[in-house]
Every structure is written in C-alpha cells, then in structure tokens.
C-alpha cells in the first residue's frame, strides 16, 4: 500500500483544515487508517484511528471533539477534519495503515505516507 497525504497548511487559531490521505492498491477496505503527528524532539503521535468499514473509529484525547476521521473506499482515501484548531496541533500529520484489529500504537501501522505539514498561528 503507498499512501500520499494532502491538504495541510498555515491556518489561524480556531479556523479548519482538511487532511487527505489517498491510498494505491484494491483492497483498501481491508486496512484500519490512522492518523499521527509529529513535532521536531518529540515522538510521533497517535491522532484519530478508523477501521476497514468505517463504522467505528477513536481519537486521542488531545484532539476529540475538534477532529473527525472518515473514509471513503470506493475512493480508497481516508480523510482528518480538523476544526477548531489550536496552536499546539502545529506538528507534521502523517497518515498510516494497518491490519488486524483497532490500534493506537505506531508500531502496529505497517504503511505510512510522506507528511504533510500543519501550522496554526496564534
């Protein structure tokens, strides 16, 4: 699986921003998404987690209530709205796959894309 997240940006305190994260391959459906994010120094984190069919899905505490993940297969893309956003989610996002069952560990994500960069000004 080859992933190529998008759509991060600079974006003021409490505005929005839309992640994608488009997938290769025919059996998307078959892989739990997730989304991290990193910050120079410090270890990668987990963000928001969805499984193969969509219909359950986690988030990090940081983050619930102002983020959602969701995904559409027939597109093999997988996406992270993120609204309000707060100065402190300044990190790179990455997203990853997985199998098996629900996870928020990052060892247990076998694919990752390359990074897109997310900026929140105060």
């Known amino acids: 699986v080859q992933l190529q997240a998008s759509g991060g940006g600079l974006v003021q305190a409490g505005g929005s921003l839309r992640l994608s994260c488009a997938a290769s391959?025919?059996?998307?459906?078959?892989?739990?998404m997730g989304w991290f994010r990193q910050t120079p120094g410090k270890e990668r984190e987990f963000v928001a987690g969805?499984?193969?069919?969509?219909?359950?899905?986690w988030y990090s505490d940081s983050v619930k209530g102002r983020f959602t993940i969701s995904r559409d297969n027939a597109l093999n893309t997988v996406y992270l709205q993120m609204n309000p956003l707060k100065p402190d989610d300044t990190a790179v996002y990455y997203c990853?796959?997985?199998?098996?069952?629900?996870?928020?560990?990052?060892?247990?994500?076998?694919?990752w894309g390359q990074g897109t960069q997310v900026t929140v000004s105060s």
């Open positions: 990853a796959a997985g199998t098996n069952s629900y996870s928020d560990n990052v060892g247990s994500y076998d694919y």
């Open positions: 391959g025919r059996t998307f459906d078959r892989y739990r």
């Open positions: 969805i499984m193969g069919g969509g219909s359950y899905s």
